[in-house]
C-alpha cells in the first residue's frame, strides 16, 4: 500500500483519529463544505479511500468497521453513474444517498448531545458535594442508635464482576494444569497457508477447529490478523454477521 | 417565620449535610416529619437565599431527582489542591457519543447503538456501566430477547441535571430535520416494547 | 474584616466543607495561601461565630489533627433515620461474591456455594437471609436433602432489576466484563464485519 498521500482533491486527515466511519464521513462533508442533502459522493469516496489507506496497522482493529463503510460508498457511487429509468408521474426515484444521508445526520445529532454533556461534565467537577461524614456516628450512638454496617457500597455493576471474576478464576485454574499453550502464531498462519494452498479458499469458522483448547483459537485468530495486515490473505463477507470467507491474497475471488 | 418553621429548616440542613446521595423532597419530608414536599421545597429555597445573603461558600444544587449540598463552582481549584488524587477520569469521546444515544433512546439494545454509532461499543458499555452511568433495565420482546439499556441516577448527579427532561437538546438539527426529514424525528421517538417485570414471576 | 479576609474565609468554609478527613491549621494555610496557621485558626472562631448568629445546624470542630464540619449533635436522631430508612445499602465483598452466585446457580446448596468461592459461607448465607436478600427455596433430592436457597423479591429491587430474567446471561456478561483476552476469545465467536472495497473498483 503506498504510504504517500492521494493526489487530487485529497484532504490530509491521515494524522487525525476518528471515533469510526460516521464520524470520518462528518469530518469530510464538514471539511469539504458541501451541501449534507447534495453530497458529492465521489469526491467523498475517495478522500473515505485515501484515509483509509494511511490508517495505521494498530487500528486494524477497527477497520473492518471502516472496509465496510467504504463498501457501502462504492455502491452508492456505481448506483449513482446508471442511467435514471423513465417513472410515472406519481413515482419517486429514491436517492440512492439518502439513507446514508439520514444515518450521518442522526449520528451527528447524537454527536451534538455528546458535546453539549461534556460541557456539563466540566461544569461538573466544579462543584464538590460533601464527602461520607463517618465521623457523625460517634453522635448518632450517643442519641442511642446504631451505627451502619461497614462495606462497601455495591452495585449490579459489582455483581456481575464479582461473578464473572469467580468464574474466570475457576477456569484459568483448569487452563494451567491441563493445557499448556503449545502452539506457536507461525504455526497457525502454516496452518491458514496449508489449507489455502490445498483449497484455494476456506471458511472462517472452518479455520477454528472444534475440540482444539480456546487457547489455540486466540493463537488461530492472532495469526489471521496478522496475515491480513500482511496483505497475505483477504477477508469476504456476503452480508453483515454472514459467513466470512478467507482468500489467498493473490488468488481471483 | 416561627419557631417551629425554624427548627424544620435547620433539620433539613442537618440532613442534607449529612447525606451522601441526593435527597428528594418526599424523602425529606418523611425524614424531617409533620411537613410537606411542597414545604420542603420552600425550605430549601429559603436555605438558599439564606447561604447567598451570607456569602456562605456552598449551596443547596437540585438534582437527580433530589437536592444536595455542594460547594460553589469558584472554589473548584482551592478544592482540587484538597483533592490532589482527583475524581473519576473524564469520559471519552466514545463514551460520551454512546451514553448520548442511551440517554435519548432508552431503552436501548447494543445493537441499536452499534448501527447508530457504527462501530462496536461493547468495551463502551462496559465503561458505562462499571461507572454506574448505564444500567441494564429488562429485555427486549422477540428474537434473541436482547439486554436492554437506560441510564441511571447517577447519570443525572454526574451531568448535574436535575432529570432526563432537563437532557440538552441540538436545536439546530431539530430545527434541520423538521425542515427536510420529519422521518428521522419520528424515528428517534419511536416507542419500544419493553418486557414487563410482572409477567416473568 | 476586610474583604481579602472574607475571602479567605470562604475558601476555608469551603475546604472544610468538601475534605473528608480533619484538616490541620497549618495544611488549611498552605492550600488558602498566604495566610499564616494563626490566621486560620482566627478565622476558623469566625466561622464558628456567623454559624451561631445564623442559627445554622453544623459547625467547625477542633479535634485532634485538626478542624472538621460536623453537624450539631441536637440532629443526631433526624441523621440516624436518614442512615437506617433507605440509607446507601452495604454489603461486604465476600456477601457479594456469594450473592452473585446464589443469583447465577440458584437453586443452590450451601456445599455448592462453598465449593466455588472456596472458604466456609455459613455466617455470610446467613447475613444474607437476614437482610432478605437470599431465601431457602426448597430441598434437594437425595442424601441428607440439604437446603436450597434463591434470591428474593428484594433482591431484585436491591439491584434495579425488572425480574430475575434480566439478570445478564454468562454469555452477554463476558461481552460487559470479561478482560482482554477473554474479549479476544468473543470475537472469535461472532466476528465482525470485514468487506473489501478493492473489488468493486
Excluded: C
Aim: charged share 30%; no cysteine; glycine share 8%.
Amino acid at each position: 500500500m503506498a504510504d504517500e498521500a492521494q493526489p487530487g482533491h485529497s484532504v490530509r486527515i491521515e494524522t487525525l483519529d476518528f471515533e469510526g466511519p460516521l464520524d470520518l464521513l462528518v469530518y469530510l462533508v464538514q471539511k469539504n463544505e458541501v451541501d449534507i442533502w447534495d453530497i458529492p459522493i465521489a469526491l467523498i469516496t475517495e478522500q473515505f479511500l485515501a484515509y483509509l489507506q494511511n490508517m495505521s496497522a494498530e487500528r486494524l482493529e477497527g477497520a473492518g468497521e471502516f472496509l465496510l463503510m467504504a463498501a457501502t460508498l462504492l455502491r452508492i457511487k456505481s448506483q449513482m453513474l446508471l442511467p435514471r429509468p423513465q417513472l410515472d408521474e406519481d413515482e419517486e426515484l429514491e436517492d440512492p444517498r439518502r439513507e446514508l444521508v439520514l444515518k450521518i445526520l442522526e449520528y451527528q445529532q447524537y454527536r451534538e448531545i455528546a458535546e453539549q454533556l461534556r460541557e456539563r461534565e466540566s461544569a461538573g467537577r466544579l462543584v464538590f458535594a460533601r464527602g461520607m461524614p463517618e465521623w457523625d456516628d460517634a453522635l448518632i450512638a450517643e442519641a442511642g442508635h446504631a451505627p451502619p454496617e461497614p462495606g462497601e457500597r455495591v452495585s449490579l455493576g459489582d455483581l456481575l464482576r464479582s461473578f464473572t471474576r469467580l468464574m474466570e478464576e475457576a477456569r484459568r485454574d483448569r487452563v494451567h494444569h491441563l493445557e499448556p499453550l503449545g502452539v506457536t502464531i507461525e504455526e497457525k498462519a502454516e496452518f491458514v497457508r496449508e489449507r489455502l494452498r490445498r483449497e484455494g479458499q476456506t471458511s472462517f469458522r472452518d479455520l477454528f477447529v472444534p475440540g482444539e483448547p480456546r487457547s489455540h483459537w486466540i493463537v488461530t485468530f492472532v495469526a489471521l490478523l496478522e496475515m491480513v495486515r500482511e496483505g497475505e490473505i483477504r477477508l469476504r463477507q456476503g452480508e453483515r454477521f454472514g459467513e466470512i470467507h478467507v482468500y489467498a491474497a493473490g488468488s481471483a475471488a | 417565620m416561627n419557631g417551629s418553621d425554624a427548627g424544620a429548616k435547620q433539620v433539613l440542613e442537618a440532613l442534607l449535610f449529612a447525606a451522601d446521595e441526593p435527597l428528594s423532597a418526599r424523602r425529606l419530608a418523611a425524614l424531617v416529619e409533620e411537613i410537606t414536599p411542597g414545604e420542603v421545597t420552600d425550605l430549601v429555597r429559603e436555605l438558599n437565599a439564606d447561604y447567598l445573603r451570607e456569602g456562605r461558600a456552598f449551596h443547596v444544587q437540585e438534582i437527580a431527582g433530589g437536592y444536595r449540598l455542594v460547594t460553589r463552582s469558584e472554589f473548584a481549584g482551592w478544592i482540587a489542591g484538597l483533592r490532589a488524587a482527583g475524581g473519576s477520569p473524564r469520559l471519552t469521546q466514545a463514551a460520551l457519543e454512546t451514553l448520548s444515544i442511551v440517554a435519548y433512546k432508552q431503552p436501548v439494545t447494543r445493537t441499536e447503538l452499534e448501527s447508530i454509532r457504527g462501530v462496536a461499543v461493547e468495551g463502551v458499555l462496559k465503561t458505562l456501566v462499571d461507572r454506574e452511568l448505564v444500567r441494564i433495565v429488562g429485555r427486549e420482546e422477540g428474537m434473541g430477547r436482547p439486554l436492554l439499556y437506560g441510564t441511571t441516577d447517577h447519570f443525572l448527579e454526574y451531568f448535574g441535571l436535575p432529570s432526563l427532561d432537563a437532557l440538552p437538546r441540538p436545536d439546530e438539527l431539530e430545527i434541520l430535520f423538521a425542515d427536510r426529514e420529519r422521518q428521522v424525528e419520528l424515528a428517534l421517538e419511536e416507542p419500544r416494547a419493553v418486557a414487563d417485570p410482572g409477567d416473568e414471576e
